[in-house]
């Protein structure tokens, strides 16, 4: 006798069976409890988007659902060698999960958070999650003029700007004025050209702001005499 558990849900079953003679007579019936274990966990994270862009502090929340209940709940961020251990909440055929981490603590640029959730049948099932970490504003220098360097009326300002995650807008400044400097997908260097002709001021002070995607300012000054 064979049975068909394809159909049958995840979890606890009981099956019964009994024989009838020849005559019609019905004999003892005899049952078997047992737990159909053919799904392994499944891990999904609710409150964040899969390569979700975070900095700081962040706060995972999440659901873990199959039929014979969740036992243990882990997380990993070296791609699986070291698991922590996450509180969960269970009911009969789901857990709820709420935990923090702090971003800080790993390099800028992409990270994989691996859960590893066992049900109640011993069985793991493995899920991974993506996000890009991005802690550090943004590296904007001034390469020319140099400090203190003379310039004439028309000159160009020149420089780079740098992000792990990338480089979202860059402006500048100068006495009050201001303006955009265009970015370049894959190339960090920028220029920026001005006409002073006719300013009597001695001393100038350029400003360049550099903003990356998680809206992080840096800016660099650059002192020159015209």
Known sequence: CYLDTTVLMEGLHTITVYGIDINGLRGNSVSSTWHLDRRLPETEIKNHGMG?????????????????????????????????KIGIKSEKD?????????TKKLKDGPAVFWFKAIDGQGSVGYYSFLVFIDNTPPD????????????????????????VIGVKS??????????????????????????????????RLKRAFCIDRQQKNRQRLCLFRA
Do not use: C
């Open 140 to 163: 904007v220098t001034v390469v020319s003029p140099k400090i203190g360097e003379s310039v004439n009326g028309k000159f160009s300002v020149t420089g780079y700007a740098k992000d």
């Open 94 to 102: 789901n857990a709820t999960f709420n935990f923090g981490f702090d």
């Open 52 to 84: 979700d862009l975070v900095s700081g502090r962040i706060d995972f929340e999440g659901i873990i659902e199959d039929g014979n209940g969740i036992a243990e709940l882990f997380y990993s961020v070296d791609n699986g060698e070291n698991f922590s």
């Open 170 to 203: 860059m402006t500048w400044s100068l006495d009050g004025a201001t303006g955009s400097i265009p970015v370049i997908p894959g190339n960090p260097f920028w220029q920026v050209d001005f006409d002073i002709h006719g300013k009597n001021i001695s001393t």
